[in-house]
């Protein structure tokens, strides 16, 4: 199963983290990660939204990278400060 972390506001949507099934050679990360967010629209939502970040194994990814069950997923909403 991969691992999925998330950060910031969408940990507080989702949790810190969770566990999920990949469904199988070829898919992409944006399809699971919708697919995780199932019935839940506000987290579909904001996993689609503009300066979300992800990374595979600690490597920044597009969300057309191709994962498998033994990847790591960090899901990280914009950064802001100074």
Same mark, same amino acid.
């Given at each position: ?36 967010? *199932? $019935?839940?629209? +506000?987290? %579909?939502? &904001?996993?689609?939204?503009? #300066? ?15 994962? *498998? $069950?033994?990847? +790591?997923? %960090?899901? &990280?909403?914009?950064?802001? #400060?100074?």
């Amino acid at each position: 199963m991969a691992r999925v972390i998330f950060y910031g506001r969408l940990a507080d949507r989702a949790g810190r983290e969770r566990r999920a099934p990949v469904a199988g050679q070829g898919e992409t990360l944006r399809h699971f990660l919708t697919r995780m967010a *199932g $019935d839940d629209a +506000e987290l %579909a939502a &904001m996993l689609s939204g503009q #300066g979300i970040k992800f990374a595979v194994n600690d490597s920044i990814a597009p969300p057309e990278t191709v994962i *498998g $069950d033994a990847d +790591e997923i %960090a899901v &990280m909403p914009p950064f802001s #400060g100074g």
